[in-house]
């Protein structure tokens, strides 16, 4: 400061016009980068600076390489879900199981068994149980029925149409979250133990290889518990259950109004009576028995204390037999006299 204080004017000036053009110059050439940046931003945005369609495709396939774990940019179609998707997205596929339970009263066990089974067969199904009782046209049968879920209706009203139907009850249950969420549990717990099985193969020590083994063995435990659930639900799935009952009556229809309606339940009425009066006897005979046990032998007892013996009896109808003879004098009985006559 002391020096440029010391310059005359003229030469400070001279040094101001020097750097003027420096600084001319640097403003202008940031202008021009400034310009050229603008101008590649420019290029990018437009049409002719997007990648082709392989390029595209291949950027969805590994997904944004800045952006760990990026997802594609385009949706899949179908509801599926890609394996870099984070769990919950996507559409849920439907998954409904269906039960039902119907029944009929028909004319011939035997018969409408028999056809049921035929319908199941023709619709790719399986018989789960057929259980049969009594006769054929006095009884009943259990069966259930597993069909696949577009011949359920159908078979319903097949069965239905079999004679008269008494009751029905069908229901629909949407799993499409269970199944769901069991697949996404077993597909976690198979990379788990695919995870585990490669680092016992690189286990250098017994302790790491002893608690790699341990850890394994509880993972393919529950990951064997959760496939058998994903079986079970998909089992329930694909096949619908239907639950049919039979029931078959003999008794023919009459007119109780007429003779021979009124002669037969006046019968029947009979044979009850007689069925009722056997029954009641049968029930009674073990307890006129047991009676029997204790009440004879105590009329037996109480009879023989109220009859006295033969020679008391001899005695006490006797007068003066309870008089007491001399010593060496036998007591004369007194004969027994008829009839006294009057003195003449």
Do not use: H
Not at 205 to 215: A, H, M, N
Request: aromatic fraction near 2%; glycine fraction near 10%.
């Amino acid at each position: 400061m002391a020096l440029e204080t010391s310059l005359p004017v003229p030469a400070r000036a001279s040094r101001t016009r020097t750097r003027m053009p420096v600084a001319l110059l640097a403003f202008s050439l940031g202008l021009v980068l400034l310009a050229g940046c603008a101008a590649d931003r420019v290029e990018g945005a437009s049409g002719g600076a997007f990648p082709d369609a392989g390029q595209q495709t291949d950027r969805d396939a590994a997904g944004d390489e800045s952006v760990p774990g990026g997802i594609p940019d385009i949706a899949p179609e179908d509801g599926d879900v890609p394996a870099t998707a984070p769990p919950g997205a996507g559409a849920l596929t439907e998954q409904i199981v269906r039960t039902g339970d119907v029944w009929v009263d028909v004319d011939d066990i035997t018969s409408a068994a028999n056809r049921i089974t035929a319908v199941v067969d023709a619709a790719g199904g399986e018989i789960g149980s057929d259980q049969r009782y009594g006769d054929a046209t006095d009884g009943s049968a259990d069966l259930v029925l597993r069909v696949p879920p577009d011949s359920f209706d159908e078979l319903l009203e097949t069965i239905s149409d079999l004679g008269k139907e008494l009751s029905r009850s069908v229901a629909a249950e949407d799993v499409s979250t269970v199944v769901a969420d069991v697949d996404a549990r077993v597909e976690s717990l198979q990379n788990s133990v695919d995870r585990l099985l490669a680092l016992a193969a690189q286990a250098v020590s017994v302790s790491d290889l002893i608690t790699i083994e341990s850890e394994l063995s509880a993972r393919q435990s529950e990951l064997e518990s959760l496939q058998a659930q994903q079986r079970a639900l998909a089992d329930r799935v694909s096949l619908a259950t239907l639950s049919v009952r039979l029931t078959a009556s003999s008794e023919p229809e009459t007119d109780e109004n007429g003779f021979i309606g009124s002669l037969g339940v006046g019968w029947n009425a009979l044979l009850d009576f007689g069925r009722g009066l056997i029954s009641g006897i049968g029930l009674l005979l073990p307890w006129l028995g047991l009676l029997a046990v204790i009440v004879v032998p105590l009329w037996l007892i109480v009879r023989r204390r109220r009859t006295p013996s033969g020679p008391a009896m001899a005695t006490a109808g006797m007068p003066g037999a309870n008089a007491t003879a001399p010593a060496g004098e036998t007591v004369k009985q007194p004969a027994a006299s008829g009839p006294t006559r009057p003195p003449e």
